[in-house]
């Protein structure tokens, strides 16, 4: 079955500092790619998706690439800010429509200032 | 953007109460959502899926007697927690489905506590 695998936390960076969150899946078909931030307390908000090869998703500084050859979609952030401490799912679902995401373990991401 | 609503946000209740959470899909119709359980540092656990106006698709080891799930209409899904016992609980988060979109739109979730 789809899977999903992300990179143990926390990440713990200072403000500024460079980020990346390593993701990679398997998947039978070809399925999109999420990453969802998940705040303290909170419920999760998509950050990015990507839905075919060699996509890149964007959203608030943050990026990640659908790479099918190495079956990544890695998240990276050119500078964090202590606004950004969060925990970062990755995900996919299939492209029929079912809505129900494969989730990552979650990446807890602690910003120091 | 799609928006759900998840009502209330935190909730603190009796031993062997009960405990009803809403899931509102505000700006469209979602005809599958979906509920969720969090544990303390932990990923999401998905409990099952909700189809409105059909029965609810439970995952396997989560009691359907104990965790009753509605969904009326195309813009309400409703997961009541029976008998609440301390180990229910959790974070819940409701997510549902818009159209031929790839993606589901979540609640902000309900910290449901049981004393």
């Known amino acids: 079955g789809d899977s999903v695998t992300q990179m143990e936390g926390p990440v713990t960076l200072s403000e500024e500092a460079f980020l990346t969150i390593n993701c990679t899946y398997t998947?039978?078909?070809?399925?999109?790619l999420f990453w969802y931030v998940q705040y303290p307390g909170e419920g999760l908000q998509l950050l990015l998706k990507?839905?075919?090869?060699?996509d890149k998703g964007s959203n608030k500084g943050f990026e990640a690439t659908y790479r099918k050859e190495t079956t990544s979609f890695h998240l990276e952030k050119g500078s964090v800010q202590v606004s950004d401490s969060a925990v970062y799912f990755c995900?996919?679902?299939?492209?029929?429509?079912?809505?129900?995401?494969?989730f990552g373990r979650g990446t807890s991401l602690i910003v120091h200032p | 953007g799609a928006v759900v609503s998840q009502h209330p946000s935190r909730v603190i209740c009796k031993s062997g109460t009960s405990v009803k959470i809403e899931c509102r899909s505000l700006?469209?119709?979602?005809?599958?959502m979906f509920w969720y359980r969090q544990f303390p540092k932990q990923s999401l656990m998905l409990m099952a899926t909700?189809?409105?106006?059909?029965?609810?698709?439970?995952e396997q080891g989560v009691e359907k007697d104990k965790f009753l799930i509605n969904h009326a209409s195309l813009t309400l899904s409703t997961l009541t927690v029976t008998s609440a016992h301390p180990e229910d609980s959790s974070f819940y988060i409701c997510?549902?489905?818009?159209?031929?979109?790839?993606?589901?739109?979540f609640g902000q979730g309900t910290r449901l506590t049981v004393v």
């Open positions: 995900a996919l679902s299939d492209t029929g429509g079912s809505y129900i995401p494969t």
């Open positions: 997510s549902a489905g818009q159209g031929k979109a790839t993606e589901a739109f």
């Open positions: 998947a039978t078909g070809y399925p999109s």
């Open positions: 990507a839905t075919k090869a060699d």
């Open positions: 700006d469209f119709q979602a005809t599958t």
């Open positions: 909700s189809n409105e106006g059909s029965k609810a698709t439970y």
